[in-house]
């Protein structure tokens, strides 16, 4: 696993990212514009896998650390007039925080109890959105103004309501959240998780402190989550309290589910393809989501390991 | 001489039972000590106070000079008391490597060199006679296999006290004999005790006998002393009528 082939695994992760990068020259507009958001949402999927796939804690509240980032950099920006960086960050420090915290308390459950009480934290936060509505909007959600949305670097400014520059910012994030996810699972750090995962009385009695290695896991995923969040809000320029509803946090086990949970390029497919068979279903009939749910029901019956956990199983087993 | 372990008046009660009751216990350095008694005489439990799985009603742990009566698993393991377990439990998931390579990377002062994590798994493999499975996924090896890679995970602890409960249970009477080679091999570095119902396995390694009857240390002494004692003839077969 870890010893085999690591240039196979790192050329075909540039070769993803490569392709994405072509793809933003060839896309129609529209196709253009739903791929820069599919890669902003897969950074949420891949913060998910890391804790759901990787050390399977299963979270039903992970909208919080993404409606962390998103509010953080947002108000940031609209209550504090930051500039679009310091937002950024400001916005994955709230996300990095707030799952420091709520690790603390979660970590002392397993299970369908963590389940739980992660789903109650993420209600908790959901509804103090709604009740600090004179500084968040509530649930209609506030536009961040579109001449905020402006990185300055130096001489030069980037506007990233352009649809080029909004692509790349979201390529350069997936692309840099991938090859840190790709190292991690590689890495002795990553062993261990998996070693939690698969036997957590065992990895004590090789000597591990459990708690704190996931601990560690649930901060690092929080985090990733949260500049997910943060991208969102700078690049598409909305901040609304549906995205720290309920829906949110089902959304990423689905995609990551979908794609392949424990593979790195799971969570790119798997929002993909929700993405896509929305799309193309919805053209046809309104009843579209009946289409996506037998789409679904499929997938877990004949790939329960989802699309890329499958391929690993089946053919190709060096797959990070 | 310190002894390496001792108890005193160490006692665990599950409700109205108890398992472990008031175990005065010592061992030296260097020793191999078998444990033996019937079933239910509370052997499994004692060595799970010792090597943290099971927290104490009453009574002090004492390991190497210091008491660890209130510390966690992970924390005895790293002061080196190594357990491998009665019901094998190694990661099935993944390859005999990654399996030896969990221990190995966490006892390396030198975190960084990727070789020195290859060189300490092969050694554990090769001292088992694993190193030509080290790729197959452990869940794939054979019973006696996976013990051995049990035993390979507790090796790779570098421990200074082994604690290998029941570790012949449903090997093969060759294995059995490489087994006994093993331990011998093992004791040279580390102190080992040693939980087993094969006697003839008992008598051949172990230096002192200690036989646990209904949470009791019954009886303790060498391996002839304890053959010729009436009391354990009696809690192994019953009084005779």
């Avoid at chain 1, 990787?54 to 007039?81: D, K, P, R, T």
């Avoid at chain 2, 019973?143 to 249970?169: C, F, N, S």
């Avoid at chain 2, 019954?218 to 019953?238: D, K």
Wanted: with cysteine.
């Amino acid at each position: 696993m870890s010893e085999a082939s690591p240039a196979k695994a790192y050329s075909l992760h540039l070769g993803v990212i490569a392709l994405l990068f072509v793809l933003s020259f060839v896309l129609p507009d529209y196709y253009h514009g739903l791929l820069a958001r599919i890669m902003v949402l897969a950074v949420f999927a891949m913060g998910y896998n890391m804790l759901f796939g990787y050390v399977g804690l299963l979270s039903l509240g992970h909208a919080m650390f993404f409606g962390a980032g998103l509010y953080g950099a947002g108000l940031a920006i609209i209550q504090l007039g930051w500039s679009v960086p310091l937002a950024f960050l400001g916005g994955i420090a709230c996300g990095a925080v707030l799952a420091l915290v709520i690790g603390l308390l979660a970590l002392r459950t397993t299970g369908v109890a963590f389940m739980i009480v992660t789903m109650m934290f993420a209600q908790v936060c959901y509804l103090l959105i709604l009740y600090f509505a004179a500084w968040t909007g509530g649930d209609q959600g506030q536009v961040v103004p579109q001449p905020a949305r402006v990185l300055n670097l130096g001489a030069t400014s980037l506007d990233l309501t352009n649809p080029t520059v909004r692509y790349m910012s979201a390529l350069v994030l997936f692309s840099l959240v991938l090859l840190v996810t790709l190292a991690v699972v590689r890495s002795r750090y990553g062993r261990v998780l998996v070693a939690i995962r698969e036997n957590e009385e065992r990895t004590k009695m090789l000597g591990y402190d459990t708690f704190s290695n996931k601990l560690i896991a649930v901060v690092v995923s929080g985090t990733v989550c949260a500049a997910s969040g943060a991208a969102y809000a700078l690049l598409f320029g909305y901040v609304g309290s549906s995205f720290a509803s309920v829906q949110y946090s089902i959304l990423p086990l689905l995609w990551v589910l979908l794609g392949g949970a424990a593979t790195t390029l799971g969570p790119l497919i798997g929002t993909v393809f929700m993405y896509y068979v929305i799309d193309v279903t919805s053209g046809y009939t309104s009843a579209y989501l009946l289409i996506v749910g037998i789409a679904l029901i499929v997938l877990v019956l004949f790939f329960p390991k989802g699309i890329l956990g499958s391929i690993r199983q089946r053919w190709l087993g060096w797959l990070p | 001489m310190t002894p390496l372990l001792t108890t005193k008046g160490l006692s665990r009660h599950f409700g109205g039972l108890r398992a472990v009751d008031s175990v005065d216990f010592t061992l030296m350095p260097g020793e191999i000590r078998a444990v033996i008694g019937p079933n239910g005489a509370g052997k499994t439990t004692f060595v799970g106070l010792v090597s943290g799985r099971i927290q104490p009603s009453s009574g002090a742990i004492v390991f190497d000079g210091a008491d660890i009566t209130g510390q966690p698993a992970y924390v005895r393991v790293r002061q080196g008391i190594a357990y491998t377990f009665q019901i094998t439990s190694v990661f099935a998931n993944l390859s005999a490597y990654d399996n030896v390579a969990l221990p190995v990377q966490r006892t390396l002062s030198d975190g960084r060199s990727k070789g020195a994590v290859k060189a300490g798994v092969m050694m554990a493999l090769e001292r088992t006679g694993l190193a030509d499975r080290a790729h197959m996924p452990a869940g794939q090896l054979s019973y006696g296999h996976q013990r051995l890679l049990e035993v390979a995970m507790g090796l790779a602890l570098k421990p200074r006290l082994l604690i290998l409960d029941e570790p012949t249970q449903g090997l093969a009477d060759s294995e059995i004999d490489n087994f006994i080679v093993l331990v011998r091999d093992i004791a040279r570095s580390a102190t080992v005790l040693l939980i087993e119902h094969n006697m003839p396995v008992v008598m051949q390694l172990a230096d002192r006998i200690s036989v646990f009857n209904a949470g009791k240390i019954l009886a303790e002494g060498t391996p002839e002393a304890i053959r010729e004692n009436a009391a354990v003839q009696e809690a192994y077969l019953g009084t005779a009528p």
